[in-house]
């Protein structure tokens, strides 16, 4: 049988599809734009006819309809990493949470600490040689594929074939849709003064030949557009969007100072726009693989002069990073924030950026403070923490004693607190 003609046998409709999914199985869904409307559309359509059915997915972009606490017994949400379809379920409880770090997650499929029973994903179209890109996230959906009893694609000609480790067979497929909506888009975080301060402080701070990993949102991408007249970066991170796109299209961008792949952009999801999606496609200069390879802070650390750029809600006296919730309510995940600042700490020459505004809720909440919100979960540890940034500068801590990290952090803090700060440190005596 000839690989069109198995294509043909296996193409159905997603009420079809779905019948792959039996009662009490683990259903594996790819990172952000990886995720397939048609499929999870019709599962969530037919959600009251499963039992026991789990969705396990890092940042959900779309409130599909199973996303409802009166039938979470037949189909639930499970959590690597929330996003705004989860977070409500999660603080509610309805929406259950697996702590992980990302780089971590394919070796928790692999060894069935994390179920694989089906996996659901987008994917390019076929090529001539049988094989479809699951490029849009091949994070841990390739570990997924090797371990699921069957494998379900969204084909969709607006999903690109990326070179690396992103690949499935015809022959590994148990069922495949065909869908043609555009691929969903996620547009550039608003930049503010306040973004582009601490996007300033970074960019000062990182030398031409430098290799970037950049993380989701507004301060990220303001110190990306600062780098666009540096020289020879090089990109190995977990994310592409636009702000890299951005960077690669000044010229800023050659990879070729990069120790580990030169000449090569790595990743391991996408997120961005129609343009950034059709960059990808069979441009040799990009490679999508897999999470345990992209944020293994082991082979990311040796690239030299490592940069990482992550955001966080709180940081303490001590530098513990307060990234993923708010006290016990949970806000996002550990995500590949640690892995990439472990990941900086090894290389030579690296250089881990925490950053933050100064204050929350108009001024009114200083975000450096004594000691998490009780409940808080440690994102970043107090061992791992290198440089943290608001808009009021820069605090250096590794190395750095408690009371020095003390008065580095209050340096920085908003002025309208910094005494506050300081009474709150000598009560503790780290003053």
């Keep these: 049988m000839s690989i069109q003609e198995l294509y043909k046998k296996k193409l159905v409709h997603p009420e079809e599809a779905i019948k792959a999914v039996h009662d009490g199985d683990m259903i594996i869904v790819p990172t952000g734009v990886g995720e397939p409307p048609a499929l999870l559309t019709a599962l969530s359509e037919q959600r009251r006819e499963f039992r026991d059915v789990k969705v396990a997915q890092i940042l959900p972009l779309r409130a599909y309809g199973y996303f409802d606490p009166e039938t979470v017994e037949h189909v639930r949400h499970m959590a690597l990493f929330f996003g705004s379809p989860s977070r409500p379920g999660g603080k509610e409880g309805w929406v259950d949470y697996i702590p992980n770090y990302f780089s971590e997650i394919p070796d928790l499929i692999t060894r069935r600490y994390i179920p694989a029973d089906v996996v659901f994903t987008m994917a390019s179209p076929m090529d001539k040689h049988g094989y479809f890109a699951i490029s849009l996230a091949a994070d841990y959906t390739m570990a997924a594929i090797a371990r699921a009893r069957a494998v379900v694609l969204e084909v969709n000609p607006n999903v690109p074939f990326a070179y690396g480790n992103c690949h499935v067979h015809i022959s590994q497929v148990a069922a495949l849709v065909e869908s043609s909506d555009p691929v969903l888009e996620v547009g550039l975080p608003k930049i503010g003064a306040v973004q582009e301060a601490i996007g300033r402080y970074v960019a000062e701070l990182i030398e031409d030949g430098s290799t970037l990993q950049i993380g989701y949102g507004g301060i990220p991408d303001a110190v990306v557009m600062q780098l666009t007249h540096k ?3 090089g990109i190995h991170t977990e ?12 010229g800023a961008v050659t990879n070729k100072k990069k120790n580990y792949h030169p000449g090569k952009i790595l990743a391991t999801f996408a997120l961005g726009s129609k343009k950034l999606y059709q960059f990808m496609d069979r441009n040799p200069a990009l490679e ?3 999470v345990n390879f992209t944020n293994d802070p082991f ?7 490592l940069i990482s750029i992550n955001a966080t809600m709180q940081v303490d006296f001590l530098g513990q990073c307060g990234s993923e919730s708010l006290g016990s ?3 996002s995940g550990t995500g590949g924030q640690a892995d990439f600042v472990r990941a900086g700490n090894r290389s ?6 925490i950053v933050l505004p100064a204050t929350a809720k108009n001024g009114t909440i200083s975000r450096i403070v ?7 979960a440690v994102t970043t540890s107090k061992n791992d923490i290198n440089y943290v940034v608001t808009e009021y500068g820069v605090a250096q801590l590794r190395g750095k004693s408690a009371k020095q990290r003390t008065q580095e952090l209050i340096a920085i803090a908003h002025p309208d607190f910094r005494q506050e700060l300081m009474d709150a440190a000598k009560k503790m005596k780290l003053l």
């Design 299 to 305: 082979l990311a650390g040796q690239n030299d002069k």
């Design 329 to 331: 309510q949970p806000y």
């Design 239 to 250: 994310m592409v969007g636009d702000g890299i796109l951005t960077l690669i299209e000044s």
């Design 370 to 376: 004594p000691a998490l919100t009780p409940g808080t």
């Design 288 to 290: 999508m693989h897999p």
């Design 348 to 353: 030579q020459g690296g250089k881990s950026f």
């Design 231 to 233: 020289h020879d970066l």
